[in-house]
Protein backbone atom coordinates (compact mmCIF):
# COMPACT_ATOMS: atom_id res chain seq x y z
CA UNK A 1 0.00 0.00 0.00
CA UNK A 2 1.30 3.74 -0.86
CA UNK A 3 1.58 6.22 1.71
CA UNK A 4 -0.93 8.92 2.18
CA UNK A 5 -0.49 11.74 0.22
CA UNK A 6 0.66 14.69 1.73
CA UNK A 7 -2.10 17.47 2.14
CA UNK A 8 -1.56 20.80 0.79
CA UNK A 9 -1.73 24.05 2.58
CA UNK A 10 -3.67 26.61 0.24
CA UNK A 11 -0.68 29.13 0.28
CA UNK A 12 1.23 26.88 -2.09
CA UNK A 13 1.68 28.26 -5.76
CA UNK A 14 1.47 25.66 -8.57
CA UNK A 15 1.81 26.28 -12.05
CA UNK A 16 -0.91 25.30 -13.59
CA UNK A 17 -0.36 23.54 -16.64
CA UNK A 18 2.58 25.36 -17.42
CA UNK A 19 2.34 28.75 -16.69
CA UNK A 20 3.28 30.64 -13.40
CA UNK A 21 0.51 30.67 -11.10
CA UNK A 22 1.62 34.60 -10.46
CA UNK A 23 0.61 34.41 -14.36
CA UNK A 24 -2.60 32.90 -13.70
CA UNK A 25 -3.47 35.18 -11.51
CA UNK A 26 -3.25 38.16 -13.93
CA UNK A 27 -4.95 36.44 -16.67
CA UNK A 28 -8.36 37.58 -15.40
CA UNK A 29 -6.71 41.40 -14.87
CA UNK A 30 -5.98 41.34 -18.59
CA UNK A 31 -9.57 40.11 -19.91
CA UNK A 32 -11.32 42.91 -17.49
CA UNK A 33 -8.98 45.37 -19.61
CA UNK A 34 -9.71 43.36 -23.22
CA UNK A 35 -13.13 43.48 -22.07
CA UNK A 36 -13.04 47.60 -21.20
CA UNK A 37 -11.43 47.85 -24.65
CA UNK A 38 -13.26 46.21 -26.68
CA UNK A 39 -16.58 47.77 -25.43
CA UNK A 40 -14.46 51.09 -26.45
CA UNK A 41 -14.71 49.45 -30.06
CA UNK A 42 -10.61 49.06 -30.16
CA UNK A 43 -9.82 45.99 -32.16
CA UNK A 44 -5.75 46.15 -31.76
CA UNK A 45 -3.97 46.75 -28.86
CA UNK A 46 0.12 47.37 -28.12
CA UNK A 47 1.25 45.59 -25.55
CA UNK A 48 2.22 48.98 -24.20
CA UNK A 49 -2.15 50.02 -24.31
CA UNK A 50 -3.08 46.31 -23.01
CA UNK A 51 -0.76 46.57 -20.25
CA UNK A 52 -1.72 50.86 -19.51
CA UNK A 53 -5.29 49.44 -19.44
CA UNK A 54 -4.67 46.15 -17.30
CA UNK A 55 -2.08 48.49 -14.74
CA UNK A 56 0.80 45.90 -15.21
CA UNK A 57 3.74 46.99 -16.85
CA UNK A 58 4.21 45.83 -20.69
CA UNK A 59 7.04 43.86 -20.37
CA UNK A 60 5.62 41.48 -17.59
CA UNK A 61 2.92 41.10 -19.88
CA UNK A 62 4.46 40.17 -23.17
CA UNK A 63 6.12 37.66 -20.92
CA UNK A 64 2.60 36.24 -19.32
CA UNK A 65 0.82 36.58 -22.84
CA UNK A 66 3.75 34.42 -24.69
CA UNK A 67 3.06 31.49 -22.05
CA UNK A 68 -0.39 31.70 -23.88
CA UNK A 69 1.13 31.78 -27.20
CA UNK A 70 0.14 35.24 -28.03
CA UNK A 71 3.18 37.63 -29.22
CA UNK A 72 1.11 39.89 -31.01
CA UNK A 73 2.00 41.36 -34.31
CA UNK A 74 4.83 43.77 -34.79
CA UNK A 75 3.37 47.26 -35.34
CA UNK A 76 0.34 46.14 -35.37
CA UNK A 77 -0.32 44.35 -31.73
CA UNK A 78 -2.89 42.46 -29.78
CA UNK A 79 -6.14 41.47 -31.52
CA UNK A 80 -8.59 42.41 -28.54
CA UNK A 81 -11.29 40.19 -29.62
CA UNK A 82 -8.78 37.38 -30.48
CA UNK A 83 -6.58 37.66 -27.24
CA UNK A 84 -9.76 37.60 -25.09
CA UNK A 85 -11.43 34.51 -26.62
CA UNK A 86 -7.71 32.86 -25.84
CA UNK A 87 -7.62 33.91 -22.39
CA UNK A 88 -11.33 32.71 -21.76
CA UNK A 89 -10.18 29.45 -22.65
CA UNK A 90 -7.36 29.28 -21.12
CA UNK A 91 -9.07 30.45 -17.98
CA UNK A 92 -12.05 27.93 -18.93
CA UNK A 93 -13.78 30.23 -19.13
CA UNK A 94 -15.45 28.98 -22.60
CA UNK A 95 -17.68 26.79 -20.85
CA UNK A 96 -20.54 27.36 -17.67
CA UNK A 97 -19.35 26.05 -14.14
CA UNK A 98 -22.12 25.43 -11.70
CA UNK A 99 -21.09 26.46 -8.13
CA UNK A 100 -22.38 25.57 -4.94
CA UNK A 101 -21.76 28.45 -2.06
CA UNK A 102 -22.24 27.13 1.89
CA UNK A 103 -23.06 29.38 4.66
CA UNK A 104 -25.74 31.66 3.57
CA UNK A 105 -25.52 34.20 6.27
CA UNK A 106 -24.73 38.05 5.17
CA UNK A 107 -21.84 37.25 2.89
CA UNK A 108 -23.43 34.52 1.92
CA UNK A 109 -26.30 36.35 0.68
CA UNK A 110 -24.50 38.96 -1.21
CA UNK A 111 -22.55 36.48 -2.98
CA UNK A 112 -25.77 34.89 -3.92
CA UNK A 113 -27.28 38.10 -5.03
CA UNK A 114 -24.31 39.19 -7.02
CA UNK A 115 -24.92 38.98 -10.90
CA UNK A 116 -21.53 38.98 -12.11
CA UNK A 117 -21.04 35.32 -11.21
CA UNK A 118 -23.66 34.32 -13.82
CA UNK A 119 -22.32 36.79 -15.98
CA UNK A 120 -19.32 35.00 -16.11
CA UNK A 121 -20.33 31.76 -16.33
CA UNK A 122 -20.86 30.62 -12.91
CA UNK A 123 -23.92 29.25 -12.03
CA UNK A 124 -25.03 28.79 -8.84
CA UNK A 125 -26.89 25.58 -8.37
CA UNK A 126 -27.12 25.54 -4.42
CA UNK A 127 -27.24 27.46 -1.96
CA UNK A 128 -26.68 25.27 1.44
CA UNK A 129 -26.65 26.08 5.41
CA UNK A 130 -26.89 24.08 8.81
CA UNK A 131 -29.08 26.35 10.30
CA UNK A 132 -32.34 24.86 9.94
CA UNK A 133 -34.35 28.32 10.45
CA UNK A 134 -32.25 29.95 6.85
CA UNK A 135 -33.31 26.57 4.95
CA UNK A 136 -36.76 27.78 2.74
CA UNK A 137 -35.37 31.24 2.92
CA UNK A 138 -35.50 32.32 -0.77
CA UNK A 139 -32.69 34.87 -1.74
CA UNK A 140 -32.92 35.85 -5.57
CA UNK A 141 -33.63 33.14 -7.81
CA UNK A 142 -32.50 30.39 -5.16
CA UNK A 143 -33.96 28.91 -2.10
CA UNK A 144 -31.65 28.08 0.55
CA UNK A 145 -31.44 24.05 1.19
CA UNK A 146 -30.05 22.03 4.19
CA UNK A 147 -26.47 21.57 4.46
CA UNK A 148 -27.02 17.90 4.21
CA UNK A 149 -28.09 18.25 0.30
CA UNK A 150 -24.38 18.60 -0.48
CA UNK A 151 -23.45 15.30 -1.97
CA UNK A 152 -26.71 15.58 -3.84
CA UNK A 153 -26.83 18.60 -5.60
CA UNK A 154 -22.48 18.42 -6.15
CA UNK A 155 -23.56 15.10 -7.76
CA UNK A 156 -26.71 16.12 -9.54
CA UNK A 157 -24.83 19.18 -11.35
CA UNK A 158 -21.41 17.95 -11.41
CA UNK A 159 -20.10 20.67 -9.30
CA UNK A 160 -16.59 21.45 -9.25
CA UNK A 161 -16.11 24.70 -7.31
CA UNK A 162 -17.22 25.23 -4.20
CA UNK A 163 -17.70 28.71 -2.67
CA UNK A 164 -17.29 28.45 1.69
CA UNK A 165 -18.76 31.75 3.29
CA UNK A 166 -19.18 30.04 6.85
CA UNK A 167 -17.76 30.97 10.27
CA UNK A 168 -14.38 29.96 10.09
CA UNK A 169 -14.73 27.52 13.23
CA UNK A 170 -16.81 25.15 9.99
CA UNK A 171 -14.90 26.22 7.15
CA UNK A 172 -12.39 23.07 7.27
CA UNK A 173 -15.16 20.51 8.27
CA UNK A 174 -17.01 22.02 5.26
CA UNK A 175 -14.26 22.22 3.10
CA UNK A 176 -13.39 18.25 3.76
CA UNK A 177 -16.98 17.46 2.87
CA UNK A 178 -17.01 19.62 -0.37
CA UNK A 179 -13.79 17.40 -1.37
CA UNK A 180 -15.35 13.85 -0.15
CA UNK A 181 -18.45 15.06 -2.36
CA UNK A 182 -16.20 15.53 -5.69
CA UNK A 183 -15.31 19.25 -5.57
CA UNK A 184 -11.90 19.92 -6.64
CA UNK A 185 -11.86 23.71 -6.30
CA UNK A 186 -12.58 25.91 -2.85
CA UNK A 187 -13.12 29.59 -2.90
CA UNK A 188 -13.21 30.44 0.94
CA UNK A 189 -13.62 33.67 2.47
CA UNK A 190 -13.32 32.32 5.82
CA UNK A 191 -10.20 33.65 7.41
CA UNK A 192 -8.60 30.10 8.34
CA UNK A 193 -5.94 28.35 6.32
CA UNK A 194 -7.76 25.03 5.00
CA UNK A 195 -5.64 21.95 3.95
CA UNK A 196 -6.96 19.68 1.46
CA UNK A 197 -5.46 16.69 -0.44
CA UNK A 198 -3.36 17.08 -3.69
CA UNK A 199 -5.33 18.21 -6.80
CA UNK A 200 -7.44 20.10 -4.77
CA UNK A 201 -6.90 24.52 -5.61
CA UNK A 202 -7.97 26.86 -2.52
CA UNK A 203 -8.21 30.55 -3.18
CA UNK A 204 -8.15 32.60 -0.42
CA UNK A 205 -10.58 36.00 -0.52
CA UNK A 206 -9.20 37.63 2.91
CA UNK A 207 -10.92 40.64 2.75
CA UNK A 208 -8.75 42.33 5.98
CA UNK A 209 -5.62 41.29 5.19
CA UNK A 210 -6.16 43.32 2.03
CA UNK A 211 -6.69 46.15 4.29
CA UNK A 212 -4.01 45.62 6.35
CA UNK A 213 -1.77 45.70 2.75
CA UNK A 214 -3.62 48.85 1.80
CA UNK A 215 -2.73 50.12 5.35
CA UNK A 216 0.94 49.64 5.01
CA UNK A 217 1.36 51.59 1.66
CA UNK A 218 -1.10 54.25 3.44
CA UNK A 219 1.81 54.48 5.97
CA UNK A 220 4.70 54.67 3.19
CA UNK A 221 2.99 57.18 1.74
CA UNK A 222 2.18 59.67 4.83
CA UNK A 223 6.08 58.49 6.02
CA UNK A 224 7.48 59.36 2.38
CA UNK A 225 5.47 62.44 1.38
CA UNK A 226 3.89 63.28 -1.98
CA UNK A 227 4.27 61.27 -4.94
CA UNK A 228 3.82 57.55 -6.44
CA UNK A 229 6.35 55.22 -4.34
CA UNK A 230 5.26 52.22 -6.68
CA UNK A 231 3.83 51.41 -10.15
CA UNK A 232 0.23 50.49 -9.14
CA UNK A 233 0.11 47.03 -11.06
CA UNK A 234 -3.57 45.90 -10.29
CA UNK A 235 -2.75 43.30 -7.93
CA UNK A 236 -1.26 44.68 -4.81
CA UNK A 237 -0.91 41.78 -2.50
CA UNK A 238 1.78 40.26 -5.01
CA UNK A 239 4.48 42.76 -4.02
CA UNK A 240 3.90 43.60 -0.72
CA UNK A 241 5.88 42.68 1.99
CA UNK A 242 3.14 42.47 4.61
CA UNK A 243 2.34 38.89 6.17
CA UNK A 244 -1.07 38.62 7.79
N1 LIG B 1 -19.77 39.62 6.27
C1 LIG B 1 -18.70 40.08 5.65
O1 LIG B 1 -18.65 41.23 5.16
C2 LIG B 1 -17.49 39.23 5.51
C3 LIG B 1 -16.47 39.75 4.78
C4 LIG B 1 -15.36 38.97 4.57
C5 LIG B 1 -15.28 37.71 5.09
N2 LIG B 1 -16.28 37.22 5.86
C6 LIG B 1 -16.16 35.87 6.38
O2 LIG B 1 -17.19 35.10 5.77
C7 LIG B 1 -17.70 34.16 6.68
C8 LIG B 1 -19.19 34.39 6.84
O3 LIG B 1 -19.42 35.68 7.38
P1 LIG B 1 -20.90 36.18 7.63
O4 LIG B 1 -20.80 37.55 8.10
O5 LIG B 1 -21.74 35.90 6.41
O6 LIG B 1 -21.36 35.19 8.83
P2 LIG B 1 -22.83 34.78 9.24
O7 LIG B 1 -22.74 34.32 10.65
O8 LIG B 1 -23.80 35.86 8.89
O9 LIG B 1 -23.15 33.53 8.29
C9 LIG B 1 -22.53 32.29 8.42
C10 LIG B 1 -23.51 31.22 7.95
O10 LIG B 1 -22.85 29.97 7.93
C11 LIG B 1 -23.76 28.99 8.42
N3 LIG B 1 -22.99 27.85 8.91
C12 LIG B 1 -22.28 27.75 10.07
N4 LIG B 1 -21.70 26.55 10.15
C13 LIG B 1 -22.03 25.87 9.04
C14 LIG B 1 -21.73 24.59 8.54
N5 LIG B 1 -20.94 23.73 9.21
N6 LIG B 1 -22.24 24.21 7.36
C15 LIG B 1 -23.04 25.03 6.67
N7 LIG B 1 -23.37 26.29 7.07
C16 LIG B 1 -22.87 26.69 8.24
C17 LIG B 1 -24.55 29.71 9.49
O11 LIG B 1 -25.79 29.05 9.74
C18 LIG B 1 -24.73 31.08 8.86
O12 LIG B 1 -25.92 31.17 8.10
C19 LIG B 1 -16.93 34.36 7.97
O13 LIG B 1 -15.88 33.42 8.01
C20 LIG B 1 -16.41 35.78 7.87
O14 LIG B 1 -15.22 35.96 8.61
C21 LIG B 1 -17.40 37.95 6.05
Known sequence: ???????RNDQDARP????PEATVARLPVYLRALTGLADRGIATASSEELARAAGV??????KDLSYLGSYGTRGVGYDV??????????????????????GIGNLGHALANYSGFVSRG????????ADPARVGERV?????????ELERVVSEYGVAIGVISTPATAAQEVCDRMVAAG????????PVVLSV???VDVRKVDLSTELQILAYHEQRKALAGPGPLSQVDGLPAERSPLIP
Open 122 to 129: FGIVGLLD
Open 16 to 19: SRGI
Open 183 to 190: ITSVLNFA
Open 140 to 148: GDHVIQAYN
Open 57 to 62: NSAKLR
Open 197 to 199: PPG
Open 1 to 7: MSPPSPR
Open 81 to 102: EYLRYQIAREIGLTQDWPVVIV
